[in-house]
């Protein structure tokens, strides 16, 4: 068993943001060597840290706090009129949760989904090592949900990890070459309509970066809850 005491954390030299140009960041790592319990990774999850392959983490700048943990409580969300209607663009797709692993289906689409989305991004080009080292090598606690079509096409994947208190979204990689189903939207939709099918608090989305257009996305499902000096704040725009 793990607990947050006896926990050894380790930050990196400063490098280059991945999020903000001319910026230089640090990252506080969980010792990998340990095996994290779900209770711990849940309370990690509370404190801002997230997850990349086998590596628990969370930003530790010094004098920036751009990045922003985000999540949002399942008991007072609701969809808005444009997620309703993504919603509705996807009923024909099927659902299906099976445990992480490799096959040449997932990796396709994954190759597919880097390439022509982000070419800019530190996960460019795409390998199979990296497919693995990220996505495949989880925790016991992680699954992947697999999307369908009515002719059983592989269209979308999403990696989650549960925790005690919800449900936390790692990655989603999709067919590009489907826009009209806005299928990141979608995936998200799902996961919210998940937790509070079973009954789970919260949806934690990672990081938001208020100068980064493309973490936008994060805030468009209302109300959130921003992590701020370390307590949790919660946001509601109409």
Not at 89 to 96: E, F, I, Q, V, Y
Not at 97 to 104: A, D, L
Request: proline residues 5%; hydrophobic residues 35%; glycine residues 4%.
């Amino acid at each position: 068993m793990t607990n947050l005491r006896t926990l050894h954390f380790y930050a990196t030299p400063e490098h280059d943001c991945s999020y903000l140009d001319d910026k230089i960041a640090k990252t506080l790592f969980v010792d990998p060597q340990v095996e994290l319990d779900k209770s711990t990774y849940s309370q990690l999850s509370d404190l801002g840290f997230r997850r990349s392959g086998k590596h628990v983490y969370r930003p530790h700048c010094d004098g920036c706090n751009a990045c922003i943990s985000v999540r949002i409580p399942l008991a007072i969300f609701k969809l808005s009129k444009s997620q309703k209607r993504t919603l509705a663009k996807n009923r024909d797709l099927t659902a299906t949760i099976k445990p992480p692993c490799f096959t040449e289906e997932y990796y396709t689409l994954y190759s597919r989904y880097i390439n022509e989305r982000h070419q800019d991004g530190d996960m460019y080009p795409p390998s199979l090592e990296q497919f693995e080292s990220f996505l495949v090598e989880a925790e016991k606690h992680t699954q992947f949900v697999e999307f369908r079509d009515p002719d059983g096409l592989l269209v979308a994947v999403s990696v989650i990890d549960m925790l005690d208190q919800g449900m936390s979204a790692i990655y989603t990689f999709y067919d590009p070459s489907l826009n009209k189903r806005s299928l990141g939207t979608f995936c998200i939709i799902w996961q919210l309509q998940y937790c509070q099918d079973n009954h789970l608090n919260y949806l934690y989305l990672g990081y938001w970066v208020k100068a980064c257009r493309k973490m936008n996305y994060k805030i468009s499902f209302r109300p959130f809850e921003l992590l701020i000096e370390g307590e949790w704040t919660l946001v509601q725009l109409s």
